[in-house]
């Protein structure tokens, strides 16, 4: 019974908006209960374990919550900082609850084998959408740009796709002799969400991953997709025509980076004229505000002059610097960082432990997301991120209690 909670937990943080009664999520339901059965055990046993909160890496996310009230002062509108401000708690309640409820050894290959199971419901629903007419019918996506780009329980194909890459390295550190299938899969479905920047951190994950592992699988990995698709191509027409499509996508995506890189597109309203515009206007917000932030959730107020409505940064780090400020952001990316160069550290202390290469898997994880974070309009309410910076957390707190033990 507990490991079947234990899993509709974890489950539940992928379902997101579609399991839910307008704003109550399936999700909320489960984590007011694991916060309620924990307040419980310390009612019951009058025990607080504070061991955790001895380590700054878990007791820094704490003062945002001090931070994003302050930041309520000055907001332009106090309605988006307090739905933000909501959306935090609950991200800081998925980090609790992973800490004090799972962070033992034997509970990391339970989350791993959920996570797996997660996917095997996952993918064959993302192939439905693809090849077929197929679609779930409580989540509708409004922001697809063709039939057959997959949402599956997000609702926007950027969305998934950037869950998709927090997934990957757990499929690639692996011991499964199928896995490169299901990074193929997983390449695949990516594809065909039509996420440009999803596709450059689905590339950028495997490379990091034959770097830290063996540079020389690299080789042998890249001189045998040339092989297969060569004879592939001689092969099949049909495979050359899906090449050629794959060819001409990623010179789009190059000349995409450059234009935004260069700035020049920001009097049009395409993915990139927008994206630029909302980059431009969220500095000028910064700069106006002293660099203390324009408020938690207030970014889309800036966009109101040149879209006629609000609108999203688009840029997940960004955003973060716009509204929260310098010195916050400062402190975010130090500890951010810090998750994935010591869980890195884990990992190459003995590659071939479990617990290390689930280290190895959090490290590339949460660097893939660097990149993938700005597809998605914003990512603070993406409940698989909290799982991930939690899983992050987990892994460092064993890995030095492990020592602590020696």
Same mark, same amino acid.
């Given at each position: 019974?507990?490991?079947?909670?234990?899993?509709?937990?974890?489950? #539940?943080?992928?379902?997101?908006?579609?399991?839910?009664?307008?704003?109550?999520?399936?999700?909320?339901?489960?984590? *007011?209960?694991?916060?309620?059965?924990?307040?419980?055990?310390?009612? &019951?046993? &009058? &025990?607080?374990?504070?061991?955790?909160?001895?380590?700054?890496?878990?007791?820094?996310p704490y003062f945002g919550v001090f931070w994003m009230i302050a930041s309520i002062l000055?907001? %332009?509108?106090?309605?988006?900082s307090i739905a933000y401000f909501i959306y935090y708690l609950i991200g800081l309640s998925?980090?609790? /609850?992973?800490?004090?409820?799972? @962070?033992?050894?034997?509970?990391?290959?339970?989350?791993?084998?959920?996570?797996?199971?997660?996917?095997?419901?996952?993918?064959?629903?993302?192939?439905?959408?693809?090849?077929? @007419?197929? $679609?779930?019918?409580? *989540?509708?996506? !409004?922001?697809?740009?063709? %039939?057959?780009?997959?949402?599956?329980?997000?609702?926007?194909?950027?969305?998934?796709?950037?869950?998709?890459?927090?997934?990957?390295?757990?499929?690639?550190?692996?011991?499964?002799?199928?896995?490169?299938?299901?990074?193929?899969?997983?390449?695949?479905?990516?594809?065909?969400?039509? #996420?440009?920047?999803?596709? /450059?951190?689905?590339?950028?994950?495997?490379?990091?991953?034959?770097?830290?592992?063996?540079?020389?699988?690299?080789?042998?990995?890249?001189?045998?997709?040339?092989?297969?698709?060569?004879?592939?191509?001689?092969?099949?027409?049909?495979? &050359?025509?899906?090449? !050629?499509?794959?060819?001409?996508?990623?010179?789009?995506?190059?000349? *995409?980076?450059?234009?935004?890189?260069?700035?020049?597109?920001?009097?049009?309203?395409?993915?990139?004229?927008?994206?630029?515009?909302?980059?431009?206007?969220?500095?000028?917000?910064?700069?106006? #505000?002293?660099?203390?932030?324009?408020?938690?959730?207030?970014?889309?107020?800036?966009?109101?002059?040149?879209?006629?409505?609000?609108?999203?940064?688009?840029?997940?780090?960004?955003?973060?610097?716009?509204? !929260?400020?310098?010195?916050?952001?400062?402190?975010?990316?130090?500890?951010?960082?810090?998750?994935?160069?010591?869980?890195?550290?884990?990992?190459?202390?003995?590659?071939? %432990?479990? $617990?290390? $290469?689930?280290?190895? *898997?959090? @490290?590339?994880?949460?660097?893939?997301?660097?990149?993938?974070?700005?597809?998605? #309009?914003?990512?603070?309410?993406?409940?698989?991120?909290?799982?991930?910076?939690?899983?992050?957390?987990?892994?460092?707190?064993?890995?030095?209690?492990?020592?602590?033990? !020696?």
């Amino acid at each position: 019974m507990k490991n079947l909670g234990n899993f509709f937990f974890i489950f #539940s943080l992928f379902l997101g908006p579609y399991l839910a009664i307008k704003s109550l999520y399936f999700s909320h339901i489960l984590i *007011a209960v694991f916060l309620g059965i924990m307040l419980l055990k310390v009612v &019951k046993f &009058k &025990k607080i374990n504070v061991l955790y909160y001895k380590k700054w890496y878990i007791v820094l996310p704490y003062f945002g919550v001090f931070w994003m009230i302050a930041s309520i002062l000055w907001s %332009d509108s106090i309605s988006f900082s307090i739905a933000y401000f909501i959306y935090y708690l609950i991200g800081l309640s998925i980090i609790f /609850i992973l800490v004090h409820h799972f @962070s033992f050894n034997e509970e990391i290959s339970f989350i791993v084998k959920s996570i797996t199971v997660t996917l095997i419901i996952v993918i064959p629903i993302a192939f439905l959408e693809m090849f077929t @007419s197929f $679609r779930l019918p409580l *989540a509708p996506s !409004q922001y697809t740009g063709s %039939d057959t780009e997959p949402t599956v329980f997000w609702g926007n194909p950027n969305n998934f796709a950037t869950v998709l890459n927090l997934v990957l390295p757990f499929v690639l550190f692996s011991k499964n002799k199928f896995k490169w299938l299901g990074a193929i899969i997983f390449f695949i479905v990516i594809y065909y969400t039509n #996420s440009r920047l999803n596709l /450059i951190a689905f590339l950028g994950i495997v490379g990091l991953y034959f770097l830290i592992e063996d540079k020389k699988k690299l080789l042998y990995f890249t001189l045998s997709l040339c092989g297969v698709t060569v004879f592939m191509s001689i092969l099949s027409d049909s495979f &050359k025509a899906l090449l !050629q499509k794959v060819y001409v996508n990623f010179v789009e995506i190059y000349d *995409a980076i450059l234009e935004f890189l260069k700035m020049n597109n920001t009097a049009d309203f395409d993915s990139m004229g927008t994206r630029q515009n909302l980059l431009l206007h969220g500095i000028e917000g910064l700069i106006d #505000s002293n660099l203390f932030g324009v408020g938690a959730g207030a970014s889309p107020m800036l966009h109101i002059g040149w879209l006629g409505e609000t609108g999203a940064m688009h840029n997940f780090w960004i955003e973060i610097l716009v509204e !929260q400020g310098a010195v916050f952001f400062v402190l975010f990316i130090v500890w951010y960082m810090y998750l994935i160069i010591k869980n890195y550290y884990i990992f190459k202390q003995n590659s071939s %432990d479990y $617990r290390n $290469r689930f280290a190895g *898997a959090i @490290s590339i994880s949460l660097t893939g997301f660097i990149i993938g974070a700005l597809s998605p #309009s914003s990512t603070i309410y993406m409940l698989p991120m909290w799982l991930f910076l939690g899983l992050a957390m987990i892994s460092i707190f064993i890995n030095e209690e492990n020592k602590g033990e !020696q």
